[in-house]
């Protein structure tokens, strides 16, 4: 079984910073692209950014230059740091992972139970 165990979030103001973790724990072979999307009330849940392996990234166009996605592959964790967060930030924030938990299987996607973001004055 494959865990995704998150830590950040919470309730700040405009401007503010946060920084999202994600730990992968569990037994599995290899984990290849890991990121974060997000979901706001009424809306689809939409990409915020992802990473290879190899640290190739890939942001929304809503988030660059604001927000940094990183992660260390000795801890199976990916981080995103967001600065100068807005209003319309506010979303739950899941964290996923493309795992793959054999030598032979194919990866999958496993998901993180997100946490809540509120960005507001």
């Known amino acids: 079984q494959v865990q995704l165990v998150e830590s950040g979030g919470g309730l700040v103001q405009p401007g503010d910073s946060l920084r999202l973790s994600c730990a992968a724990s569990g037994s599995f072979f290899s984990i290849y692209d890991m990121g974060w999307y997000r979901q706001a009330p009424g809306k689809q849940r939409e990409l915020v950014a992802s990473?290879?392996?190899?640290?190739?990234?890939n942001y929304a166009d809503s988030v660059k230059g604001r927000f940094t996605i990183s992660r260390d592959n000795i801890k199976n964790t990916v981080y995103v740091q967001m600065n100068s967060l807005k209003p319309e930030g506010t979303a739950v924030y899941y964290c996923?992972?493309?795992?793959?938990?054999?030598?032979?299987?194919?990866?999958?996607?496993?998901w993180g139970q997100g946490p809540q973001v509120a960005v507001s004055s």
């Open positions: 996923y992972s493309k795992v793959q938990r054999r030598r032979l299987l194919a990866p999958v996607d496993y």
């Open positions: 990473i290879t392996t190899g640290g190739n990234t």
